[in-house]
């Protein structure tokens, strides 16, 4: 799994969706605007006009933002409903239940 993830520095949000990454043992590249990517290069990339950030791919997937990225981390069952990260071996057990 490839994970880019675009930030401004100070971003509350951005921070968050790194933490999240990173309590669910999710590798990920970041990318600041403005450093290392500028927000045309961006909007060219993603193809799509972005207003804010974080900015997450996933897989060559433009996931979105922070509340995105809950929404994908929960369907592909790294946290539940409450927002909590599931444990490997019990994601292991979920999944090969369905």
Known sequence: MTIQVYTKPGCGYCDQAKMLLVK????????????????????????????TV??????????GGYNHLKEYLLDKGYINFMGEVIADKERETIQSDT
Do not use: S, W
Request: charged content about 30%.
């Open 24 to 51: 669910c043992n999710l590798a990920y590249d970041e990318f600041i605007i403005g450093v290392h990517i500028t927000k045309e290069e961006l909007i060219e990339q993603l193809k799509r006009n972005v207003k």
């Open 54 to 63: 974080p900015q997450i791919v996933i897989d060559k997937e433009v996931i």
